[in-house]
């Protein structure tokens, strides 16, 4: 049975995770503290690592409490792209305005930004997937073992909420994209006569809700990635030809229950989620169960 092995939350949107035990859900599927804070420039524009890749040379450390402060230091490669030093590292209070980072970071980014929260649901890229992210620890083996580099790298790189053991490579993708199911006769949408008829005939099946512990999801889509991953997660350097080598490898592994007919591009990882409105929480060692669709053998 697959089970929860790893929680990892972004507090800052494109800064470094943090890892935990256990996590409270949101009732839109998110978990508390995960992209609660963003930045943005004095136009409003959102300051990410997609455009600006200085960022990958960050470094942050969370303390997350009813006070949560950030720890920020920059390395010596931070400073390649501008002659000057880097800050020195501080620890500020996770809060908008001149006492929390937005300063610190201003001056290692070289662009003035401003720090930005959202306490319900945080800042997702996708407001209609505003739930957790999901992946197995096998596919995230899989990827490394293509690139030749070590876990904690393509952790870094594709910054997942939930990892989960005791299952397949790509076992997710099933979840939000289920292979094609056999057609029920007009008038018959569940139960065991839908699967006993048309069996030559099939449709496209809608994502499978699923469950952490006793936390409910439903899975999106599986999550069509950005430059990000493409880079060293410590310095922001290209990784040659990653794009095209990840989609090679992932047409060839793709599982034979996975309907990929709807993905435009192979160059995707992990599944986007929405909550079932109840919130819960989630911890380590927490079953993940698919609900099977009604009817559907």
């Known amino acids: 049975m697959p089970q ?49 890749p200085l960022l990958h040379r960050i470094r942050a450390e969370f303390e997350l409490s009813d006070a949560p402060t950030v720890r920020l230091s920059a390395g010596p490669e931070a400073d390649r792209l501008r002659a000057r030093v880097p800050p020195e590292p501080e620890i500020f209070p996770l809060l908008p305005g001149p006492t929390g980072p937005s300063g610190w970071l201003s001056e290692a980014l070289g662009i003035e930004v401003l720090l930005q929260e959202r306490p319900d649901g945080g800042f997702p890229d996708d407001r209609d997937a505003a739930g957790l992210t999901l992946v197995s620890t096998a596919s995230l ?21 939930l990892e989960v053991g005791d299952c397949d490579a790509f076992w997710e993708d099933a979840l939000a994209s289920p292979a094609r199911g056999p057609k029920p006769p007009p008038g018959q949408t569940s139960g065991p006569e839908a699967c006993d008829e048309l069996r030559g005939e099939s449709f496209p099946l809608p994502p499978l809700p699923f469950r952490v512990g006793a936390a409910g999801f439903t899975a999106v889509s599986v999550c069509r990635r950005c430059p990000v991953p493409t880079r ?11 794009r095209e080598v990840f989609e090679a490898w992932r047409r060839r592994r793709l599982p034979r229950d996975v309907d990929a007919a709807a993905w435009g591009s192979y160059y995707r990882l992990a599944i986007n989620t929405v909550g079932d409105g109840l919130g819960g929480n989630v911890q380590v060692g927490d079953r993940i169960e698919p609900v099977a669709h009604p009817g559907m053998s």
């Open 4 to 52: 929860l092995e790893r929680i990892t939350l972004h507090p800052v949107k494109s800064l470094d995770g943090h890892d935990v035990e256990q996590a409270t859900v949101l009732p839109c599927g998110a978990l508390a503290y995960d992209r609660r804070w963003r930045l943005v420039d004095l136009d409003g524009e959102t300051v990410n690592a997609k455009r600006t």
């Open 141 to 161: 083996a899989e990827v490394a073992r293509w690139f030749s580099l070590p876990m904690i790298e393509i952790r870094r790189r594709f910054r997942v909420n």
């Open 232 to 242: 060293d997660s410590a310095d922001g350097r290209i990784t040659e030809h990653f």
